[in-house]
């Protein structure tokens, strides 16, 4: 069945696993943290695992048993914010779906990186993004970062609207969880490291491969 389009004013996006492909850096960084507890040859369920467990505020003690958890926090989260300056790079066609997308609304970009914006939009700037967005908000510029509906709400403060007026996309559970918090319409992609199952049981208003899939959704 075709599934109806929606008209938005606003759209706020995710970047990690969104916009850009990340999966690269949460390899980094799981490779540094257990490095540093002389840990090596972790698998590729593990590297995916802890990301969605920090998003989420799930313990991951079991997956690094007899490791200090707040020591390889740091660590790879550390590891994490470098490699992302440096090994990310935006998933095909998003210059050109941005455009798109900005022709029929305004645009506002949220991470939970907790970094300064400044970082986040010179990265931007450095990939050709920056453009399209009139808002950037970090984990940094919260005091509760997402799945809390602070982020979305000020995005569209800035922006100049009310968050039932905008669409939150990302690709993970917390993306969603906040987008329906703020009473935003929610539109989960694939392109990060949740599955579908797991993106529909927060019950978004629209699944997608990726976002490129946007446009064709939308008024």
């Keep these: 069945m075709k599934e109806a389009k929606f008209h938005v ?3 706020i996006l995710d970047l990690d696993g969104t916009l850009v492909d990340s999966k690269e850096a949460y390899s980094e960084a799981a490779k540094a943290a257990f490095s540093a507890f002389g840990v090596e040859g972790i698998n590729s369920k593990t ?26 926090r740091r660590i790879y989260l550390r590891a994490y914010y470098d490699a992302t300056a440096v090994k990310t790079r935006p998933f095909p066609n998003i210059a ?33 993004l920056a453009r399209y967005f009139q808002a950037v908000v970090t984990a940094g510029d919260m005091v509760n970062p997402k799945p809390s509906p602070d982020a979305i709400i000020e995005c569209a403060r800035k922006m100049g609207l009310k968050p039932i007026d905008c669409a939150v996309v990302g690709d ?32 978004p208003d629209l699944i997608l491969e990726n976002v490129t899939k946007l446009p064709d959704f939308l008024e």
């Design 9 to 11: 004013k606003g759209i």
């Design 47 to 72: 590297v995916i695992e802890i990301p969605k467990r920090f998003e989420q505020g799930i313990p991951f003690d079991d997956l690094a048993p007899g490791i200090n958890v707040e020591k390889f």
């Design 96 to 128: 050109n779906t941005l455009k798109r997308l900005s022709e029929k609304a305004k645009l506002a970009l949220t991470t939970r990186r907790n970094v300064p914006r400044k970082k986040v939009v010179d990265q931007l700037e450095k990939l050709g």
């Design 172 to 203: 993970s559970v917390v993306d969603v969880e906040a987008g329906k918090r703020a009473g935003a319409k929610t539109v989960a992609v694939l392109s990060g490291i949740f599955s579908r199952e797991e993106l529909q049981g927060e019950k």
